[in-house]
């Protein structure tokens, strides 16, 4: 498989950020903007409140979202890379429906650890038009989501999960149809790794040692027991009881490493397909896994008839 450099085609911000249009729309960033050794306007990627108001520019200008903000301590993930994700998931619906990118609300995406930024949703809702249901075993970030939507007017439903050992269960009800599901697992096995890792990345950048996250996070979107491989075998082993609700379940894997047992866990589940998307984003490759207990015809079929 090729290694890709560039962000999807579709992606707004594949030519890199347009300060002075960020700026335009939202005068409160250019307090935050400095210039780089080039002579180019950016920003110190360090700066917590640098990047949330980075990320509330860019929600404005390219998404249409007036009203964003996060409580601190909470998850601020970088817009360009998520949204990629939602693009190469539109590509994925594509494929089962006649190379055609599915819009409208028709489309059904669950969003598994939505998070206090509802990233997803937002940038999904804007690009595609599709209907989101969020969950999140968090009650602040849940409330945070629903604050976002309040202020914006959005349609998005919100579940909380109330058993954090259940992924789907408990949110998917009988009647529900989903054209696809997504999730950013948390993918450090405990919080002494997912120190360790910040450490690295501090140390990396020059900046000494601190488990400081300059993108935020809390213990739930960080790390869980046995971390991402076993977040997602749990994933796999609940879709098989939602095999035919849900035509593509998801999930982002952040060690490449992983992708060899995850499918093996697959096979055992006996998958019809499995898929895995690379992505990137400037030096930085990423990937998710999608897995389908659908054959071709029923895929089709299932997102031209799941308009409930």
């Known amino acids: 498989m090729a290694t890709k450099s560039k962000l999807h085609p579709r992606n707004q911000h594949s030519e890199g950020y347009d300060f002075a249009r960020l700026v335009a729309q ?42 964003w903000d996060i ?30 990118t599915p819009r409208g609300r028709h489309i059904k995406a669950l969003d598994i ?31 945070s989501a629903r604050k976002i939507c309040k202020y914006n007017k959005l349609k998005t439903t919100l579940r909380r999960q109330s058993k954090p ?14 054209h ?11 919080i002494e790794k997912a120190n360790k890792g910040t450490e690295r990345k501090w140390a990396n950048l020059g900046k000494g040692r601190s488990t400081k996250l300059n993108f935020g996070g809390q213990n739930a979107e960080l790390w869980c027991p046995g971390g991402e491989i076993k977040f997602i075998a749990h994933m796999v082993e609940q879709s098989t009881e939602f095999a035919d609700q849900c035509l593509w379940f998801t999930s982002l894997v952040s060690k490449k490493d992983n992708l060899q047992p995850l499918k093996r866990i697959l096979g055992k589940a006996r998958v019809a397909d499995c898929k895995v998307v690379e992505m990137a984003q400037g030096q930085k490759t990423s990937r998710f ?11 089709s079929a299932f997102v031209k008839n799941a308009r409930t």
């Open 289 to 299: 896994i999608a897995w389908t207990y659908m054959k071709k015809n029923q895929r």
């Open 165 to 178: 050992e259940n992924i789907f269960r408990g949110v998917i009800q009988p009647n529900d149809v989903f």
């Open 180 to 190: 696809v599901t997504m999730c950013n697992p948390p993918f450090h096995g405990s």
């Open 26 to 67: 939202t005068p409160e960033l250019e307090a935050f903007t400095i210039c780089n050794p080039a002579g180019q306007t950016t920003i110190d990627f360090q700066d917590v409140m640098a990047v949330r108001m980075l990320n509330r520019a860019l929600l404005k200008t390219h998404y249409d979202i007036n009203f």
């Open 113 to 143: 650890g939505t998070g206090a930024s509802l990233v997803y949703p937002l940038t999904g809702q804007s690009e595609y038009g599709w209907h989101f249901t969020g969950v999140d075993i968090d009650t602040g970030a849940i409330n």
């Open 71 to 100: 409580p601190a301590g909470y998850l601020c993930p970088p817009i360009p890379g998520r949204v990629d994700y939602i693009h190469y998931l539109a590509d994925l619906l594509a494929d089962s429906n006649n190379q055609e």
